[in-house]
């Protein structure tokens, strides 16, 4: 997992499509006004466009990750997770999902491959259940997007960006911007027990999850991180890792979605869940 860092300071950019209409049907249908078909949506992950740049080194990821999805979790209770972000980015490929997290009234945190080569998308805030039109769901689309100056698409390195909206939300109960660690805090969080919510798949080869679940775990040090990773060279200064005891494993909530802890009363995100778990 990444940790979130300085993205505002050392950012690269790519303009999306900015007239999307913010407005859909129920899953399954075709959703004429913003061109998805919840039919085909599927984690970033599972496009060969994603992995084909990888090098052969981690190839082995394709068949040992599965799906990012939340394992052994829980619903959420509605409003639980107000920051909770489910984006929709459109490739090559047809429609990709990954999480992300509300940073202010028009930028959402992600992690950079969830937006890599995207040629557009929407975000979806506030939401609790994606098969129901919930009053609370605001849809905005993509205008442009920031990515980590020192991003590496070939390893995943500074595999951080920020999506701007072509509209500001509407901050309530239902939807609010996540707190980030303050700058010169250098807590590597080890010991404190880290939370991951998402829309991700429950099972391999399983649809996304309708209803926004989470589940947690305590963070490790990265080097026994390392001991546990098939490639230990992986494991970056920049990056944390969650243990997966229990069965549940914090690194497979969705990509690019946060993953907090409790810090002083409310939630503090530390990480952005990525492939480097």
Wanted: hydrophobic share 35%; net charge negative; proline share 5%.
């Amino acid at each position: 997992m990444q940790s979130p860092g300085d993205v505002a300071e050392k950012t690269t950019t790519t303009s999306c499509e900015k007239n999307l209409p913010a407005s859909r049907t129920r899953r399954g249908l075709a959703v004429e006004s913003v061109g998805i078909d919840w039919s085909q949506v599927r984690p970033i992950e599972d496009s060969d466009q994603y992995w084909v740049r990888l090098p052969q080194e981690l190839q082995y990821l394709r068949k040992h990750q599965p799906d990012h999805r939340i394992v052994n979790g829980e619903e959420a209770v509605p409003g639980q997770f107000p920051y909770q972000v489910f984006l929709l980015s459109r490739g090559a490929e047809g429609n990709g999902s990954c999480g992300g997290s509300i940073l202010n009234s028009n930028s959402i945190l992600t992690a950079a491959h969830c937006v890599f080569r995207a040629k557009g998308g929407i975000a979806i805030l506030g939401a609790h259940n994606l098969e129901v039109n919930e009053p609370t769901q605001q849809i905005i689309a993509y205008a442009k997007v920031f990515f980590h100056a020192n991003y590496n698409p070939d390893t995943l390195e500074n595999d951080i960006a920020v999506v701007r909206l072509n509209s500001h939300m509407t901050f309530n109960d239902r939807v609010q911007p996540v707190r980030l660690p303050a700058r010169g805090d250098n807590r590597q969080f080890t010991g404190m027990t880290g939370t991951v919510s998402g829309f991700g798949a429950i099972c391999s080869g399983c649809e996304s999850s309708d209803v926004l679940l989470y589940t947690f775990n305590t963070i490790i040090t990265n080097a026994d991180c390392a001991l546990k990773n098939p490639i230990p060279e992986m494991i970056q200064p920049s990056n944390l890792c969650v243990s997966v005891d229990g069965g549940r494993d914090a690194c497979q909530g969705d990509s690019g979605g946060p993953l907090t802890v409790v810090d002083g009363g409310s939630s503090l995100q530390v990480m952005i869940v990525n492939l480097l778990c």
